[in-house]
Structures are given as structure tokens and as C-alpha cells.
């Protein structure tokens, strides 16, 4: 089950950093990066660490299941952004 992020996201980039597969984006080298208010975790190759929740300083980091039901439209978001980008 992969992570999401949801909501409060501040996009600090700590999760960015955090990750050892590189699946948050968007990452410093990504187009938008400076301006990102949000970050989002790609859940096909996210590998369910969960260092990213340990390093969320908003607790804005969910495993899918767990999303609470006011932001369960957030494990869409997460994936429709990568769906975007291919």
C-alpha cells in the first residue's frame, strides 16, 4: 500500500530528501519546484518505507488506507499527477 500526501502539505521537501527511492515530486530538479504548494508520492514506485511520515513536520503523510475520509480524494490526486507527467 503506498503512501499519499494529503492536504496540509506545506511542501518543506523534507519527505523530498528523505526518500530513498525518489519517488516525491516535484524534486529540485523538477519544472515547478520553486513554486510547488504541494508535493505528491508516486504510488507505483513508492515502497512503502514510511520514512516520509517520520519526517513530515505536518503529519501531512497518510499510507492509503489510513487517509482520513476528508482527504481520501488525495490517493487520486498523488497518482493523477504522475499519470500527468508520463
Do not use: R, T
Not at 25 to 34: L, V
Not at 41 to 52: A, M, R, T, Y
Request: net charge negative; proline share 10%.
Amino acid at each position: 500500500m503506498a503512501f499519499v500526501i494529503a492536504a496540509p502539505c506545506i511542501a518543506d521537501y523534507s519527505c523530498v530528501e528523505a526518500c530513498p527511492v525518489d519517488c516525491i515530486s516535484p524534486g529540485p530538479d523538477d519544472p515547478g519546484f520553486d513554486k510547488a504548494e504541494q508535493l505528491f508520492i508516486d504510488p507505483q514506485n513508492c515502497i512503502d518505507c514510511g520514512v516520509c511520515v517520520d519526517v513530515c513536520p505536518v503529519d501531512a503523510v497518510y499510507e492509503a488506507d489510513l487517509l482520513p475520509p476528508k482527504w481520501a480524494h488525495y490517493e487520486q490526486i498523488n497518482a493523477q499527477y504522475f499519470e500527468e507527467l508520463s
